[in-house]
């Protein structure tokens, strides 16, 4: 534990580094900063997410991508990847997938708020439309959490599973106010439970950062849907961890990740 509280010391002093740069770091001055750490490849990327979390903006990175801008630790170039650095080609069953959902119907934001309408009059009929309309955006989900251990594959067979679970409960529901909110948040946690479970098996370093990464996205996410801060419940809830888990991350984080106390307004 107290090699994990004086690594999080040091990324809490790499996030002042940025701060102190008009929180823009490049990934050479990184690299350098963490030069004696010995990080590897994936505990770098790791370091990466952290900052941007931390809204630390580093040029020619992105999360939810494999080996963005094909640059290792010490900032070089790595062999295989484009000269455009994008992240390795997808497989031939994504390549499938993709070509097959470009073949599916359009549905405006019309088209779905009548799908909503009769999915809450219980009409059946509407589920598969409901599904089509959606698989999409369990793609976009998905790429979101690419690159940390689960295939995209997995990502998206499992969000493709949640949704059609999700919108079977959402049949003749007239509680749910927002039914795509609903739909996004119950993809988004399915997919933060089976990447987190992913990173629990890791090693001490990727483990911590990555589950630590994964707080601070889910916080800012139900941030955005609550409009509030969450609480430590709705955050146990939304990424399957125990709220004891969550107490230590947000201890060894310095508080870092924020927790709130105020009434649940979700809907």
Not at 22 to 32: F, Q, S, Y
Not at 42 to 60: D, K, M, N
């Amino acid at each position: 534990m107290r090699d994990q509280r004086e690594f999080l010391r040091q990324m809490g002093e790499l996030v002042d580094f940025g701060r102190a740069k008009e929180n823009v770091l490049t990934r050479e001055e990184i690299a350098g900063y963490c030069s004696d750490m010995n990080l590897t490849e994936e505990q770098f990327e790791l370091v990466c997410a952290y900052l941007t979390e931390h809204r630390i903006h580093i040029p020619g990175f992105s999360r939810g991508a494999e080996n963005v801008q094909g640059v290792n630790a010490g900032g070089k170039k790595e062999a295989g990847t484009s000269e455009a650095g994008m992240a390795p080609a997808d497989s031939k069953y994504l390549r499938i997938y993709r070509r097959e959902l470009k073949e599916l119907p359009e549905y405006t934001k019309e088209d779905r708020e009548e799908i909503y309408r009769q999915l809450r009059e219980g009409k059946e009929e509407t589920i598969p439309m409901a599904i089509e309309s959606h698989l999409g955006r369990v793609l976009t989900l998905s790429g979101r959490y690419r690159g940390r251990g689960v295939p995209l594959e997995d990502l998206i067979q499992e969000g493709n599973l949640e949704l059609v679970t999700c919108i079977n409960s959402l049949l003749g529901n007239r509680e749910v106010a927002d039914f795509k909110k609903a739909i996004d948040h119950a993809v988004r946690s399915r997919l933060i439970e089976i990447v987190d479970h992913e990173l629990a098996s890791g090693d001490s370093v990727s483990s911590l950062l990555g589950r630590i990464n994964l707080l601070l996205e889910a916080t800012h996410t139900l941030a955005e849907e609550y409009g509030r801060i969450a609480t430590i419940e709705e955050l146990s809830g939304f990424t399957h961890m125990d709220e004891e888990e969550i107490r230590m991350y947000v201890e060894l984080s310095r508080d870092t990740i924020e927790l709130g106390s105020g009434e649940k307004n979700n809907g």
